[in-house]
């Protein structure tokens, strides 16, 4: 028998550096109650939603995705030339196909890299950083950029009383690296199609374009349902990832939980009995929730602040449409 050569990686991954971008546009509640029937109080007493960006005419989603990964180039001291492989997260490219990750490789100056996009909603980020994470140990690349990127406001209703206040824009992004000691702890991820009805696009291309006046479809949430999945089985996927990654939440330093809504993420930390030294992100306020970015988001903004630091054990765990979850424990860069 002919005898291959294997592919050798490296021992282990690590998060090199991480980027961010934020559409200059800030909307408050204010703006968006009318059409909706609501109010600032009431928003925010539901969701912790203050105000959130929407990206204007020229912050697309290639352009986010582009500002987002060059800082985390520029943070972790890789030059795009040096990146192997382009993985963006994403269901807000409002082309079938090609990919959008092939036009921001090319932008960012990487050499011809590989580069895909995935579809896993708001759980996007975290399913890309555990791709990544195995291809650097599995030798198929080096370095692995990753990016979580929606433009949510394409495909967002702003008469849906459901999901008008919730949903925004904005990009981020992580460079993943070779490394000596575990930086990325094993993925905890999985599925449950049997409530795949429960956040999605409300209708079928085709069958928004037998409509006598076509109008694009938009995202339509059972935000009750979801709420209840995401505090309840989503505390225990993130125990699980803890107890795979060998740690307790005594060794946690950041918990950074997708930021869907403020009352998942109390009843979350509250479940999972998160001791008070635990920072957790809460980015949500500003930001609304970025599906695939509200992670590296939500993390690059405790990481400017100075509420998590280098070195720092966080916990991740995304969630969403699908439903699809995934999760890790990170040491940040
Ligand atoms: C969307 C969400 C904030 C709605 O909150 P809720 O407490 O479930 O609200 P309900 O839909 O049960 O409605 C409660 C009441 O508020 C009213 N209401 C609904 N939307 C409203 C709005 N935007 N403004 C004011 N009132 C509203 C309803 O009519 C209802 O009134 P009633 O009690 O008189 O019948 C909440 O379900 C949620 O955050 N779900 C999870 C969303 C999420 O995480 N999505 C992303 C996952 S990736």
Redesign the pocket.
Known sequence: MTTLNPSVGAAQSRILGIGTYRPERIVPNSEL?EA????DE??QQ??GIKERRFAGPEETVQMMSVAASRQALERAGIDAAQIDCVVVATVSHMLQTPAIATAIAHELGTDKAPAFDISA??AGFCHGLALGSDMVRAGSAKHVLVIGVERLTDITSLND??????FADGAGAAVIGPSEEVGIGPVVWGSDGEQYDL?RQDEDWRDVLVQEKPTMPHLI?Q??A??RW?SFAMAKIAEATLDKAGITVDDLDVFVP?Q??M??IDAMARSMKLPAHVQIARDIAEQG?T?AASIPLALGRMIDEGTAKSGDTALLIA???GLAYAAQVVVLP
Request: hydrophobic residues 55%; contains cysteine.
């Open positions: 109650v909706i029937d609501s109010s009431w928003i539901r969701s909603a708001c009383r459901g999901t008008a206040f919730i956040i949430m935000g009750a979801v709420f995401a997708h869907a809504n009352r998942i929730n599906s969630f969403g449409a």
